[in-house]
């Protein structure tokens, strides 16, 4: 057995999750690639990242912050000791392993990978949240409300979701 990293960015305002990647042995080098491929992939999004709030992790250098700074993005570390200051990954940590990595046995990376990405497509387009008066972070453009009401299984079974079939 041996312990996997995953690395997500979380939007604040939407709570929509972006999925880095996962490794075995996270160090500076990576994280930082991580944060390239995602400024890549969120370039052109309106509106605009502004902050970047970050926990003190080693692996977080100055490497990591530039990639951000350079586009315009500012940086905001936590405080040390203040777990409430990064509420909302904490809260998200908590979600993935209650909903998800608590009930199955991740057999390596490619697994996780496969887990990970399967639980935030379901997470950002199916899953309510409070803190956006039971919104989901990515809305659907035509939500039917007549027909059946259907259930699809997520991850095997662990997670139901139900929508209406189209009448």
Known sequence: LQTLYILVFIEIGT???????????????????????????????????????????????????????????????????????????????????EECLDKLLIINQTHLRRVMREYIVFFNTARPHQGIDQQIPIPTINRETTGSVRCRKVLGGIIHDYYREAA
């Open 15 to 97: 709570r929509r999750v972006h999925f880095a990647g996962c490794t075995a042995h996270p160090d500076n080098a990576w994280v930082t690639q991580q944060a390239r491929q995602v400024m890549w992939e969120l370039q052109d999004r309106e509106p605009g990242i502004r902050f970047l709030i970050r926990d003190n992790d080693k692996k977080f250098t100055q490497a990591f912050d530039t990639v951000f700074r350079s586009e315009g993005i500012n940086v905001i570390p936590t405080p040390y000791r203040a777990p409430n200051a990064n509420s909302y990954a904490e809260r998200w940590i908590r979600s993935v392993r």
